[in-house]
């Protein structure tokens, strides 16, 4: 799909499933077959907050993921550092 097909596809999704999917997909054409999306509304400087108010979006394993966020790894993985601007 070209980016402006992306796009006017991403700007239409009417749910977040609709989206995920169309987005791996899309990222898999770019060479990227394994994605996590983060959010959390309570980012300082320093933290993400609570983990319990993080919403996560992945294509990972559920093993990988639990590994990864569960055990706190994702505190020092390097995107994490990046986000966080440190």
């Not at 770019?30 to 309570?42: E, N, P, S």
Request: hydrophobic share 35%; charged share 20%.
């Amino acid at each position: 799909m070209k980016l402006t097909e992306y796009l006017h596809f991403v700007s239409g999704c009417r749910s977040l499933e609709e989206l995920w999917v169309g987005h791996v997909e899309q990222m898999a054409q770019y060479g990227l077959d394994r994605l996590i999306y983060g959010y959390t509304r309570y980012k300082t400087e320093t933290s993400l907050g609570d983990p319990d108010d993080f919403v996560i979006l992945s294509n990972h394993s559920s093993e990988y993921l639990n590994g990864f966020m569960h055990t706190g790894l994702y505190f020092h993985a390097p995107m994490t550092r990046w986000a966080l601007g440190t």
